[in-house]
């Protein structure tokens, strides 16, 4: 995201402007649904929440939850004010949709703003013979945490291609790569900013076979998953991977409790706008251009505050995507 000098200013003058007046109600601390080690939400909470502590004064506490799906139940549940998760898993909330809501609609969460891109990585030891999704059919793999991306998605993601794996379980990234590289998991397959934490710090010196898609595989996915996408895993993301692989992915969204103040929605907003730089220096994905597009298409409304933000730094958000 590259934003004109002159707006940047502007921002400081709406950041210093709201700073002198934060309303009386605005709370003394508010809680952040992030997710466990290994994954990219442990780490960009954390630099967000420092961002809002800077811009706004309040104080910042980090609940390492699953992920996704689990920072949405935490903001229902009002045991936190703040999350992180994904346009698929927020538009499966909306819906009651997705298995993991147990058929209930989730309404209390509102999008801030784009935070990067997440694609989906599968990796296999290279001697398992594994190159292929067909491949991974009546295998075992490692889907991430309880309450993520890939506890909450691939069950569906892989039904809309016809593979049916024998067994999805779910464990922190760090612990199922070992599971992998022991044999007890065939496959582990995580959405997230590639390279997945996890994933890259045992791909240096490890033989590991990258699994990817076809384009029409790619596309079935996308038309059967509202907030799914064709995404490709660049060249040299992962050490020796010197072609591009096709993949899937979603974009990460930050979000907030509906009744959160506007003014503070906003304020928490610009702290991330200002922050960007920061922020995409932590999750090099995040230094790509915010894309609201998606949020949309998932029909996961903004929260007002946010809304006014984001149209301060040029993207265009029409009143029917808001709600109080």
């Known amino acids: 995201m590259k934003l004109a000098r002159r707006r940047i200013l502007g921002f400081g003058v709406a950041m210093s402007a709201m700073a002198a007046h934060a309303d009386t109600a605005w709370p003394n601390a508010l809680v952040m649904g992030t997710g466990r080690p290994g994954g990219d939400y442990m780490i960009y909470g954390p ?61 209390s969460f509102r999008a801030l703003f784009p935070m990067f ?48 794996p024998g067994r999805i379980v779910t464990g922190d990234y760090n612990n199922q790569i070992d599971d992998m590289l022991a044999g007890k998991l065939a496959a582990c397959a995580f959405i997230g900013a590639p390279p997945v934490p996890a994933i890259a710090a045992i791909a240096m010196g490890r033989k590991l076979s990258l699994v990817g898609f076809s384009p029409a595989e790619a596309e079935q996915v996308a038309n059967m998953l509202p907030g799914m996408t064709p995404m490709p895993l660049d060249a040299d993301v992962f050490p020796g991977q010197t072609v591009t692989v096709a993949s899937v992915g979603t974009s990460n969204i930050a979000i907030a409790r509906a009744d959160l103040p506007d003014a503070l929605a906003q304020a928490i907003t610009l702290a991330a706008l200002r922050g960007h730089s920061g922020l995409a220096s932590i999750v090099p994905a995040a230094s790509s251009a915010p894309e609201i597009k998606s949020i949309i298409e998932a029909s996961i409304p903004f929260h007002p505050g946010a809304a006014t933000a984001l149209r301060a730094a040029g993207l265009d958000v029409a009143a029917k995507n808001v709600e109080p």
């Open 47 to 107: 630099a967000w929440g420092r961002l809002i502590q800077r811009q706004t004064g309040i104080g910042v506490a980090y609940r390492a939850s699953g992920g996704a799906e689990a920072n949405i139940l935490l903001i229902d549940e009002s045991a936190a004010q703040l999350g992180l998760t994904t346009a698929v898993i927020a538009h499966e909330a909306r819906l009651g949709s997705g298995a993991w809501t147990a058929g209930a609609c989730f309404s």
């Open 117 to 164: 891109p997440s694609i989906l990585q599968i990796v296999s030891p290279r001697d398992s013979g594994i190159t292929t999704l067909a491949a991974l059919a009546s295998q075992s793999i490692g889907a991430g945490p309880l309450g993520g991306n890939g506890a909450a998605i691939l069950p569906a993601l892989f039904g809309s291609v016809g593979i049916i």
